[in-house]
């Protein structure tokens, strides 16, 4: 998160040319990855994410980590995950 801040507020530094001031900014969305994600769900997120940033106000960094699993107990005692 730290490092796509630092990008965000790089990118917004105004530049100056041929006498004009160019302002730019960035609305970035950062996600973790599961071992076993499929990378369509981790880029959905991610996508979600800079979204959010954009409704936000634009010009900002937003992070959306995954839902946590939930664990039920079967009759069999085994155990399965549901998202």
């Known amino acids: 998160m ?6 965000r507020q790089q ?5 100056h040319d041929s006498g ?3 302002t730019v900014s ?4 950062v996600t ?11 880029l959905e997120r991610a ?3 800079m979204y959010a940033a954009k409704r936000a106000g ?8 995954a839902k946590p699993q939930r ?6 005692g085994i155990t399965s995950t549901s998202k």
Do not use: M, Y
């Open 2 to 7: 730290a490092i796509a801040d630092h990008l």
């Open 11 to 15: 990118i917004s530094q105004p530049i």
């Open 20 to 22: 004009l001031n160019l």
């Open 26 to 29: 960035a609305s970035i969305g």
């Open 32 to 42: 973790l990855v599961k071992p076993g994600e499929l990378i369509d769900t981790v």
């Open 47 to 49: 996508d979600h994410a």
């Open 58 to 65: 634009r010009n900002q960094t937003i992070c959306r980590l």
């Open 71 to 76: 664990h039920t107990a079967t009759p069999a």
